[in-house]
């Protein structure tokens, strides 16, 4: 029998992902257990335990999704034609955007490590996010990650997500943006 619907339908890890994304932003992770997941998701918790070893693992799995969904989207607003300046620039508005939104909580790997600090697995993945961040302005300055105007960029992009969430003031990021503008 055909389904009436046109969109394929989501899998319960599809279902279990995007809930987990959702809850772990709005709430935090400690905050949000995994019957509320579940619930949200509309799965049974056997679904859940199929497709993710333990909470631990859903968070791994959330955060791979949040690194590739930066990665995607950086390079999706990355204009190479553009000059150095104004790229780096973008990296800081996007942050504002958000933050003008009302849809900023946090850098999500910041928040993770924060609240799982003895994890390995969400060390290792925040880790893999900073280094692509790194990467990705050293990319722009066509330079090496480890200099020192990269660090410099990285720190002043790391201090504008954490302004971003603490004071919620776009105008903090953009403030940041104009420095980074001035480094570059």
């Known amino acids: 029998m055909e389904s009436s619907s046109s969109a394929p339908a989501r899998s319960a890890k599809q279902r ?14 400690n905050a949000t257990g995994i019957d509320l997941v579940v619930r949200d998701a509309g799965v049974a918790k056997a679904s859940l335990y199929n497709n993710f070893a333990s909470k631990e693992a859903l968070v791994v799995a959330y955060l ?15 204009d190479r034609l553009t000059p150095r300046r104004e ?19 946090g850098c999500p790997f910041t928040n993770a490590v924060i609240e799982l600090p003895e994890c ?7 880790e893999r996010y900073r280094a692509a961040v790194r990467a990705h302005i050293a990319d722009i ?14 720190l002043l992009y790391d201090a ?9 003031d776009a105008g903090l ?12």
């Open 16 to 29: 279990l992902l995007t809930s987990a994304s959702r809850l772990f932003h709005e709430r935090g992770i």
């Open 64 to 78: 791979e999704q949040e690194l590739e969904g930066w990665v995607e989207s950086t390079r999706a607003r990355d």
């Open 87 to 105: 790229r780096v620039a973008a990296l800081f508005e996007a942050l504002a955007r958000a933050v003008d939104s009302h849809a900023y909580y």
């Open 120 to 126: 390995a697995a969400v060390r290792t993945v925040a």
């Open 141 to 154: 300055l066509e330079t090496d990650a480890t200099t020192k105007v990269v660090s410099r960029l990285f």
């Open 160 to 168: 504008a997500t954490m302004a971003a969430k603490v004071d919620r």
């Open 173 to 184: 990021v953009r403030e940041a943006s104009i420095m980074a503008r001035e480094l570059v």
